[in-house]
């Protein structure tokens, strides 16, 4: 297999603990990237990449964060895509009718509204500590900074989840793309963000997405799997995943993505 860019999703697919990769993946990535330029692509803010991406030794690649709604290489923004605020302060308001809190994120900020065994196991995955304040005074200081957030995380009951669905769907559904990332959270990006999109625009001028292998395991990699040159999914990863992928490896416990490059890159 000969490809010039390698892509990886990280939260189920690249990390094979909740918030590290393995020394196996370490080795196996610094195989190769003298060879081909290794991309994190992931619905996760910069700073809760940066540290991977300096554990690998990849620090001057670009990352995809926020399912391609930020597309940074160093301190330069290659794409930069925002859910307005006015469009947040409506799903706002109909997440408080149901009880739902939002988890608001933007560029390197993340806020919540006060701690939560969710909000814990996000700060012990991803090593990223929230501001606390109110939704509402959140919204109110980026739009005086004329700004808005890159994702939204609801964050509920099962119930709850299974309500808003529907709701979501009829109101925002040629806005915001929306993902049920499991029974309690759903994630919700721009509608013109998607992670194939973000590589695209990575392509140098003489490449095409057939020079490119992405490994993932979630809702939203299905449609970089599908097109790219080689999508490989994990055994752990959504069955659709699956469906669409050339090849699947091992999950992500037994370190699949590493395993998959040293047996064919």
Not at 4 to 17: A, E, M, R
Request: with cysteine; hydrophobic share 40%; glycine share 6%.
């Amino acid at each position: 297999m000969n490809f010039k860019i390698l892509c990886s999703d990280l939260d189920g697919t690249l990390l094979s603990s909740k918030n590290d990769v393995s020394d196996f993946t370490v080795s196996e990535i610094n195989r190769i990237k003298n060879r081909m330029r290794v991309v994190l692509v992931s619905a996760r803010m910069p700073k809760a990449m940066r540290y991977l991406q300096d554990r690998m030794g990849i620090g001057g690649n670009p990352l995809v964060c926020y399912n391609g709604a930020l597309v940074l290489q160093n301190a330069d923004e290659l794409c930069n895509i925002m859910i307005s605020i006015d469009l947040t302060k409506e799903l706002h308001t109909i997440c408080d009718r149901h009880g739902i809190k939002l988890g608001l994120y933007q560029n390197d900020e993340w806020c919540v509204e006060a701690t939560s065994e969710r909000v814990e196991k996000e700060i012990f995955n991803t090593k990223a500590q929230p501001i606390f304040e109110s939704t509402i005074k959140t919204l109110q200081r980026w739009e005086q900074n004329n700004i808005g957030p890159h994702k939204i995380m609801l964050m509920g009951t099962k119930c709850m989840m299974d309500v808003i669905t529907p709701v979501l769907e009829s109101h925002f559904s040629d806005t915001m793309n929306c993902y049920r990332s499991n029974d309690t959270l759903i994630e919700i990006a721009p509608k013109a963000v998607s992670k194939l999109g973000a590589i695209q625009s990575l392509l140098h001028s003489d490449e095409t997405l057939e020079d490119v292998i992405a490994f993932g395991d979630n809702f939203n990699d299905v449609e970089m799997l599908q097109k790219v040159g080689c999508g490989v999914a994990v055994a752990n990863g959504r069955d659709e995943a699956k469906a669409v992928a050339n090849w699947v490896t091992l999950s992500n416990k037994e370190h699949g993505v590493a395993q998959f490059i040293k047996d064919h890159l």
